[in-house]
């Protein structure tokens, strides 16, 4: 089986930079995805991670550490309409279909 | 080039009675996915299919819930009898092919209400 954890809730403010923390347990680790969920909405993705490292993608960067079980989201200026849900997923080889599990998401509030 | 589509957007039912969900993946996606998300927690797979063949349905209430994708394309999701728990937005998903780490696309989603 597989155990993500996210913080549930965060605050910042409009213009700094915030950094979202996921943990992962899991026995065949396939790469690691984060997602954005505006209220209401689908969600959309936003990077993937498979190996060590830093993705840079625009005001947004994921890390991910295989070892420590452990990826980020890093989100730069940020701006209002960055206020959404951010969900972390895992994929698992050991489960059927390499099978993407979800996190509960942490729901990220921009203040002016 | 056309996302996922999903029907009906909004449904309300009291509880017992039976819905029916519908979803048409991109087009050329071999794997379709279904999720539940209850109100403030992350999406939960159902159950998935890889062309019209069922992957994992590990999660699946079987007591209530059915799916299908007979002919490997559109899928329709079933519950029946619903429970006031089954509350939540049942989102479709597909990806070309989860064995190179494709990414998922979402429809919309449909948000269902058992009274």
């Known amino acids: 089986g597989q155990n993500i954890d996210q913080p549930t809730e965060m605050t910042a403010t409009e213009g700094a930079i915030v950094q979202i923390n996921c943990t992962y347990q899991t026995s065949g680790f396939n790469g690691l995805f984060w997602y954005q969920q505006h209220a209401g909405e689908a969600p959309t993705f936003l990077s993937y991670?498979?190996?060590?490292g830093l993705e840079e993608k625009g005001r947004f960067s994921s890390f991910l550490s295989r070892s420590k079980g452990y990826s980020y989201l890093l989100l730069k200026e940020l701006q209002m309409k960055d206020s959404a849900s951010y969900l972390c997923a895992v994929r698992d080889l050991d489960n059927a279909g390499n099978m993407l599990t979800f996190g509960g998401g942490t729901r990220l509030m921009v203040k002016p | 080039e056309a996302g996922v589509a999903q029907s009906p957007r909004y449904k309300i039912i009291e509880k017992r009675q039976s819905v029916a969900f519908w979803c048409n993946p991109i087009?050329?996606?071999?794997?379709l996915y279904w999720y539940q998300q209850i109100l403030g927690q992350g999406p939960k797979l159902l159950i998935q299919f890889q062309n019209n063949g069922v992957v994992d349905d590990s999660q699946l209430p079987k007591d209530r819930f059915s799916a299908e994708r007979l002919k490997g394309v559109d899928s329709t999701l079933k519950i029946q009898p619903a429970k006031l728990e089954d509350s939540a937005v049942y989102l479709c998903?597909?990806?070309?092919?989860?064995?190179?780490?494709?990414?998922?696309?979402f429809g919309s989603g449909t948000q269902l209400s058992v009274l």
């Open positions: 087009s050329g996606h071999a794997t």
């Open positions: 998903a597909s990806s070309l092919d989860p064995t190179t780490n494709e990414k998922l696309f």
């Open positions: 991670n498979v190996l060590d």
